[in-house]
């Protein structure tokens, strides 16, 4: 293949096209019609035989209609190209993998013509960014991929300053529809001296192995390819695999935590929590798994799996006699975007034979404030319609605003753990928590707050006029078979707890 490659561009340079006709007739003059005929058809089976038609075919390659820019196919000839030009020299060159952040989330908002205007103008910042010679190509709706012409020098650190120099172009605002757009992008490459095995295929793959690296470590992120991230790479997938068996396999259950009433001191419900009870490696965390998982584009199988498991649990409470008013379910992002989601939720209520105010629809605060009039709105304000208890999931956290709570009609906000932590000890957490609680009154929602851990805040919270608690001082996420004991255990502490008066201003 390389000796190919070396000999194509000889047979197809100016030299040999220009000596070609005199070939021709001193073949004639000292063979005669034979030699000729013999030249004539062998030239052709020699120039195949070499792969010169083949390699002719790059100038016909198709582009990208967007941009402009080389597709897969291009950069794959011309990585060959520069794989062969540094092999066993003394030039240096890199392939960078780059690929611009929540694009799309761009789409959704701003429609496909915004996302492929800023595109186009991302791809021409990546050109005005590199040299003439280095070539770069469009191998994804947002992702680039370049390959730096081969030079003398270039060393780890200039890479960096380069992939740097990239991010700043793209990070500058895009004008759109009189607007700016504000955009990020996360960039991974491989040097051609560390690239792993000896082919322009392995080269390729590390750059891409190192973008997904920095993509996993957030937004804006540049790494370079090592052995490390092999490893860290290979981890992820078998952990991709593992957790997607784990959920076709019923290992990933909900476990539930108890939420109590801060005036009667009874359980006003359960939180259904994911949890992967592996058989070999134990209880694996939801922050390992859960990120697996959306990865695998399994978070909506978990949603259902989750909501399907919490009603079991209901009716087991109910036929136990033992009074459990909701559980709550955390519905993933996909699962929100499903067009039919109310309904399914509406045909697991009625086949449970369940009232859906008994569950609790769990949602973070960043999709209420992040969400444009669109499927997810419409489902939400569906799910509140239909009667389920709407949960404001880690409020303070986000930027919903008051008219976002009223427009998807909420029924109770959840107080995030980091205003209650050391709250009884702590006056600013106090009045923030009380600010928080003023203004639910004045809304009239009820109000949980997570992450109780101590006696104190217990107190505090019921003496500040907070609904309910959760947390690790009120019960830790257990499975259903022991949440019957749990139950008949705290109803027995009920006999003897004190009364704790609210504050009411």
């Given at each position: 293949?390389?000796?190919?490659r ?5 047979l197809?340079?100016?030299?040999m ?6 070939v ?8 005669g019609e034979v030699?000729l005929?013999?030249?004539a ?5 020699l120039?195949?035989?070499?792969g010169?038609?083949g390699?002719a075919?790059i100038?016909y390659?198709?582009r990208d ?6 597709l897969?196919?291009?950069?794959e000839?011309?990585?060959?190209q520069v794989h062969?030009?540094t ?6 060159s890199a ?7 929540d694009y799309?989330?761009l789409v959704?908002?701003?429609?496909q013509?915004?996302?492929?205007s800023?595109?186009q103008?991302?791809?021409e ?6 040299r003439?010679?280095?070539?770069v190509?469009r191998?994804g709706?947002?992702?680039?991929a ?5 030079v ?9 300053q380069?992939?740097g120099?990239l991010?700043?172009?793209l990070?500058h605002?895009i004008p759109?529809d009189g607007?700016s757009?504000?955009?990020?992008c ?12 000896r082919?322009p295929?392995e080269?390729?793959?590390a750059?891409?192995?190192a973008l997904?690296?920095?993509q996993h470590n957030?937004p804006s992120g540049?790494?370079?390819?090592s052995a490390d991230?092999?490893?860290?790479t290979?981890?992820?997938s078998d952990l ?12 990933i259950?909900p476990?539930?935590?108890p939420?109590?009433s801060?005036?009667?001191?009874k359980?006003s ?10 058989p070999v490696?134990?209880?694996i965390?939801?922050?390992t798994?859960?990120p697996?998982l959306?990865?695998?584009?399994l ?5 259902q799996v989750?909501l ?6 209901l009716?087991?409470w ?7 008013p909701?559980?709550g379910?955390n519905?993933a992002m996909?699962e929100?975007?499903n067009?039919?989601?109310v309904?399914?939720v509406?045909w697991?209520?009625e ?6 105010a008994r569950?609790?629809v769990?949602?973070?605060?960043t999709?209420?404030s992040?969400s444009p009039?669109?499927i997810?709105t419409r489902?939400?304000?569906g799910?509140?319609a239909l009667?389920?208890?709407i949960d404001l999931?880690?409020?303070?956290t ?7 709570v ?6 109770r906000?959840?107080?995030?753990r980091s205003?209650?932590m ?5 006056p ?5 928590i009380g ?5 639910a009154?004045?809304?009239?929602l009820?109000?949980?707050a ?5 006696v104190g805040e217990?107190?505090?919270l019921?003496?500040?006029?907070c609904?309910h ?8 996420p257990m499975?259903f078979?022991q ?5 008949t255990?705290h109803?027995?502490k009920?006999?003897?707890?004190p009364v ?6």
């Amino acid at each position: 293949m390389r000796i190919r490659r070396k000999i194509t561009p000889i047979l197809l340079g100016p030299p040999m096209l220009a000596f070609l006709p005199a070939v021709t007739l001193a073949t004639f003059w000292l063979g005669g019609e034979v030699a000729l005929l013999t030249v004539a058809l062998g030239m052709p089976v020699l120039f195949a035989a070499l792969g010169v038609f083949g390699g002719a075919k790059i100038s016909y390659v198709p582009r990208d209609s967007v941009t402009g820019m080389l597709l897969r196919e291009g950069f794959e000839f011309v990585l060959e190209q520069v794989h062969i030009e540094t092999d066993d020299t003394n030039l240096r060159s890199a392939v960078m993998v780059l690929e611009i952040d929540d694009y799309k989330d761009l789409v959704s908002r701003h429609g496909q013509a915004a996302g492929d205007s800023v595109v186009q103008r991302c791809g021409e910042r990546i050109i005005e960014t590199l040299r003439d010679k280095d070539t770069v190509a469009r191998i994804g709706d947002s992702k680039f991929a370049i390959c730096l012409t081969p030079v003398q020098q270039l060393d780890l650190e200039l890479t960096v300053q380069l992939a740097g120099r990239l991010q700043a172009a793209l990070e500058h605002p895009i004008p759109l529809d009189g607007a700016s757009i504000y955009l990020s992008c996360s960039i991974g490459f491989c040097m051609r001296s560390r690239a792993p095995g000896r082919s322009p295929a392995e080269w390729f793959t590390a750059a891409t192995a190192a973008l997904g690296e920095a993509q996993h470590n957030g937004p804006s992120g540049i790494r370079a390819y090592s052995a490390d991230i092999h490893r860290r790479t290979k981890a992820r997938s078998d952990l991709r695999e593992d957790a997607a068996a784990a959920l076709e396999g019923g290992q990933i259950q909900p476990w539930f935590q108890p939420q109590i009433s801060t005036d009667t001191g009874k359980v006003s419900g359960f939180e259904a929590l994911a949890r992967w009870s592996h058989p070999v490696h134990g209880m694996i965390p939801p922050a390992t798994f859960l990120p697996a998982l959306e990865e695998a584009g399994l978070m909506e199988q978990l949603s259902q799996v989750m909501l399907y498991h919490a009603l079991t649990a209901l009716k087991a409470w109910d036929a136990a006699g033992i009074e459990v008013p909701t559980v709550g379910v955390n519905f993933a992002m996909d699962e929100l975007k499903n067009p039919g989601l109310v309904d399914r939720v509406k045909w697991e209520m009625e086949r449970f034979e369940l009232a859906p105010a008994r569950l609790a629809v769990e949602i973070l605060e960043t999709v209420v404030s992040d969400s444009p009039d669109d499927i997810i709105t419409r489902n939400i304000i569906g799910l509140g319609a239909l009667g389920c208890q709407i949960d404001l999931d880690d409020f303070g956290t986000g930027h919903a605003s008051i008219a976002s709570v009223r427009r998807f009609n909420i029924s109770r906000i959840k107080i995030d753990r980091s205003f209650v932590m050391k709250a009884d000890r702590d006056p600013e957490q106090q009045k923030l928590i009380g600010a928080i609680l003023t203004m639910a009154e004045r809304l009239e929602l009820e109000t949980l707050a997570e992450g109780v851990e101590t006696v104190g805040e217990h107190a505090l919270l019921a003496q500040l006029g907070c609904d309910h608690v959760q947390g690790f001082g009120i019960g830790r996420p257990m499975p259903f078979d022991q949440t019957l004991d749990w139950i008949t255990a705290h109803q027995a502490k009920l006999q003897d707890a004190p009364v704790i008066g609210k504050l009411r201003s």
